[in-house]
């Protein structure tokens, strides 16, 4: 992938922002690795403040657990990146600010990341709020909620990898809630 330019991806982040406002989705970025990257893809179509929430960049361990929640015993476990660590920071993003869908990334851009890691490791979490359900609620009802995580591998330098990495977390958003609409995805507690 190269390094994207100043038209490319728009035309997606307007499609992405219609279907979200379409099914009067609120979104919240919990961001660790793309550093408010995604929320800024949102934030590139007019009329965004109709589907964008609010954005959290949670870059370092200790701003994970105090802003987001993530137990310090998943990171510890699973290490920083870990779909597991990006899917605590979608929940405590959900469980704050009640959205109803809260994305969220963790990973390593270059190759100063933690452990055996390869440079380009990108952990991403979609949790969808189902219908009837408070966000809020979400670490007391994990039924609530639909659940997606993925880990990818992007190739480039540091910033290529944001970018990219930025671009799949909105890519994957319409697909995952279909699949969450039609009851699918993972129902779990995801803290220890």
Not at 20 to 46: D, K, M, N, Q
Not at 146 to 167: I, K, L, S, Y
Request: one cysteine or more; aromatic letters at 6%; glycine letters at 10%.
């Amino acid at each position: 992938m190269t390094r994207r330019d100043a038209s490319a991806g728009s035309g997606d982040n307007r499609s992405v922002a219609r279907y979200l406002r379409r099914h009067g989705l609120h979104v919240v970025t919990a961001e660790s690795c793309t550093a408010g990257l995604i929320a800024s893809r949102i934030a590139e179509v007019p009329g965004c403040g109709d589907v964008l929430y609010c954005s959290i960049v949670a870059y370092s361990p200790s701003a994970k657990e105090q802003l987001l929640r993530v137990p310090p015993e998943t990171i510890r476990r699973y290490g920083l990146t870990s779909e597991e660590v990006s899917l605590a920071m979608a929940l405590g993003a959900m469980q704050l600010t009640g959205a109803d869908l809260a994305l969220a990334n963790t990973g390593v851009a270059d190759n100063g990341g933690d452990g055996d890691t390869p440079a380009g490791t990108q952990c991403f979490a979609w949790v969808f709020r189902r219908p009837g359900h408070a966000g809020r609620d979400v670490l007391a009802a994990p039924a609530g909620v639909a659940v997606f995580t993925e880990t990818r591998r992007f190739p480039g330098e540091r910033n290529a990898v944001r970018e990219a990495a930025a671009d799949w977390a909105l890519a994957r958003i319409c697909q995952y809630h279909e699949l969450a609409r039609r009851g699918e995805g993972k129902r779990t507690a995801a803290r220890d």
